[in-house]
């Protein structure tokens, strides 16, 4: 239904009424912006970026053809400037080694992952999480936070579902060497 | 994986950053501004395009009148003597022309100031 009013807007946009795009704007801009802002954590870059984005899909939106939900392909977008522009800045990420995280067992990571009424624990959560790769942050912002599908979140990173699950199953277990490795530090 | 109830409060609670007021009015200002230069941009390349398929077409109808029918072209206004009389008879003809055309232009410029506030 939403996808039929999204096409029925874009093909009267396309037609000259530009000012509904602003329906588009009023209803994406914010969740756009905190994905963007989970990426790139300056502000005035997330916003510049958020801008951006609007920018490409108003003058690429004659390529939307329909295959995939409006939002999947605004997000997609996002995804893409936002990645961009962390490559430009160059920024390097800790290097965590893989035999310990495949060596982990399954119910110490759900263990940590769940125990949400330790506020110690959930502040080495939140730096484990600013340590992580920039594509394993928006995987886990819009796994966890946009609450989208796998199906979804892999057509907004161009990778297959399984490809998704892998990553997110790899992702927990680097969070939880990270909280370990901040916990080793603090004794 | 999706009951990593933990991971799922930091992530929700942390720092959205909204957007700062007047955002989408901004960006929108912005958007129709892009969309008057997309316009505009279609314009100048339809009207680059018609002209050069205009005169491919008189350049391709001229020569195929000229080197594969062998047609003769004379122009007769080359045959024309200008002597004071008909000098000072253009002369006006180009004043009025000249006029008509100032005219027209002042009436299209005053026509797009009266229409501006509408787009």
Known sequence: MEQQ????????????????????????????HSMIIRIVPCREDAEELTQDTFMKA??????????????????????????????????????????????????????????????ELMQKLEQAVELLDVESRALITLYYTEEKPIIEVASILQLTPENVKVKLYRVRRKIYTLVKSK???SR | ?????????????????????????????????????KKRRFFVLTLGLVSLVSVAMIAGTILLLKFYLSVQFSLPVLHIRFS???????????????????LLGLDTYFRSLRHKPKD
């Open chain 2, 1 to 37: 994986m999706n009951q990593d109830k933990a991971l799922k409060r930091i992530l929700q609670t942390r720092d959205k950053g909204d957007l700062p007021y007047g955002f989408e009015i901004g960006l929108m200002n912005k958007v129709t501004l892009e969309a008057k230069r």
């Open chain 2, 84 to 102: 004071t009389e008909t000098g000072s008879m253009f002369g006006f003809f180009f004043y009025i022309a000249f006029l008509a055309l100032v």
């Open chain 1, 58 to 119: 108003f003058r690429k939106l004659e390529t939307y053809k329909g295959d995939c939900n409006f939002s999947t392909w605004l997000y997609r977008i996002a995804y893409n400037t936002a990645i961009s522009a962390t490559r430009k800045k160059k920024i390097t990420f800790p290097v965590l080694d893989e035999s310990i995280i495949n060596s982990l067992p399954d119910e110490a990571v759900n263990e940590l992952l769940n125990k949400d009424e330790d506020e």
């Open chain 1, 183 to 185: 916990e080793n530090e």
């Open chain 1, 5 to 32: 009013k999204d096409m029925e807007y874009i093909k009267r946009i396309l037609d000259g009424e530009t000012v509904l795009f602003s329906s588009f704007l009023q209803r994406y801009a914010r969740p756009i």
